[in-house]
């Protein structure tokens, strides 16, 4: 079940997007957008730049599963800020995770890939944990759900004014 759990204080992250598995866009038809997480420096994390530092320690302590939260890819073309579902954790369904991972699917249809391209979030909110499924046609549905109830969450007042945080750059820049 799908609740509002809001997250206080907000989680704001930074982090190049990168490759992934290709399937939530090739497999399931939800491109999502990998975040970097530097897991090779865990044990070091003081060697890292503080944006670094801070997804890394959002990746490490979070609780896992589906997240809603206001996202802007800087130095894309569409450089808009757009709401977002963000799956946080193993992906149970598929058996190959190695580390856990932070991927949003930004609920904007964007005009070509930004692989490379930093991507900004604001956390604002947890929904439910991550669940595994039996079937790909159970995940998807559940996937759909998720990005509708996460698109109704972000409209709530103190989610909505998030949208013009300090943390996300102007457009004109």
Not at 33 to 60: C, D, G, T, Y
Not at 81 to 93: E, I, L, R
Not at 147 to 170: I, M, N, Q, W, Y
């Amino acid at each position: 079940s799908r609740t509002k759990k809001a997250r206080e204080p907000m989680p704001r992250l930074r982090a190049k997007v990168v490759h992934g598995f290709g399937r939530g866009s090739k497999v399931l038809g939800f491109p999502t957008a990998n975040m970097e997480i530097k897991w090779e420096q865990e044990a070091s994390p003081e060697a890292l730049a503080p944006h670094e530092r801070e997804v890394l320690e959002f990746a490490s302590t979070c609780e896992t599963g589906i997240y809603y939260a206001w996202a802007q890819v800087v130095n894309g073309t569409d450089r808009g800020v757009h709401k977002a579902a963000m799956s946080v954790g193993w992906n149970p369904t598929f058996a190959d995770m190695k580390a856990k991972t932070v991927e949003p699917w930004i609920l904007h249809d964007f005009p070509e890939d930004f692989y490379d391209c930093e991507l900004r979030l604001v956390v604002c909110g947890y929904v439910r944990p991550e669940l595994k499924f039996d079937k790909f046609d159970d995940l998807i549905t559940a996937i759909r759900e998720d990005g509708d109830f996460c698109k109704e969450a972000l409209d709530a007042p103190s989610c909505a004014e998030v949208k013009t945080d300090e943390h996300f750059l102007p457009l004109e820049q």
